[in-house]
Nanobody, 127 residues
Framework: DVQLQASGGGLVQSGGSLRLSCAAEFTGVFFNDYVIAWFRQTPGKEREGVACHSTSDGIKHYADSVKGRFIASRDNAKHTEYLQMNNVKPEDTAVYYC??????????????????WGQGTQVTVSS
C-alpha cells in the first residue's frame, strides 16, 4: 500500500520562499525504496514535472523552469520528501502534487508513469 500526503502550500509573494512536504507511507518496503517526484498543474494545462529525487544514486532532476530555485530533499527518519521553493515567481502558481512509481529510479516527468499520487496542495504566488 502506498499513501502520499502533500502539504505546505499557501500564498507567497514573488521572490519569497515556501517549503512543501510529502509525507509517505509505504507498506512492506523501506522509505528509500521509492522515489518521490513533484508535479504541478494549473487549470487547463497538463500536469508538469518539477523535480524528482532518485534514491538509487541521490541524483536530483529538475525541470528547466525551476532549476537553481527549487531544491528537493528527503528526511528518511520522517518518511518525508520536501520541495524547497526559493525565489518563486507568479508562474509557479499551481496545485503541486507528489507522486511515486515504486522504483528507486526517476523515469522522467511523464505523469502517466507515476502510479500513486498525493492529494495536491495549492501554491499561489502574488506579484
Amino acid at each position: 500500500d502506498v499513501q502520499l500526503q502533500a502539504s505546505g502550500g499557501g500564498l507567497v509573494q514573488s521572490g519569497g520562499s515556501l517549503r512543501l512536504s510529502c509525507a509517505a507511507e509505504f507498506t512492506g518496503v523501506f522509505f528509500n525504496d521509492y522515489v518521490i517526484a513533484w508535479f504541478r498543474q494549473t487549470p487547463g494545462k497538463e500536469r508538469e514535472g518539477v523535480a524528482c529525487h532518485s534514491t538509487s544514486d541521490g541524483i536530483k532532476h529538475y525541470a528547466d523552469s525551476v532549476k537553481g530555485r527549487f531544491i528537493a530533499s528527503r528526511d528518511n527518519a520522517k518518511h518525508t520528501e520536501y520541495l524547497q521553493m526559493n525565489n518563486v515567481k507568479p508562474e509557479d502558481t499551481a496545485v503541486y502534487y507528489c507522486a511515486t512509481h515504486q522504483s528507486r529510479f526517476c523515469s522522467g516527468f511523464d505523469p502517466t508513469t507515476y502510479l500513486f499520487w498525493g492529494q495536491g496542495t495549492q501554491v499561489t504566488v502574488s506579484s
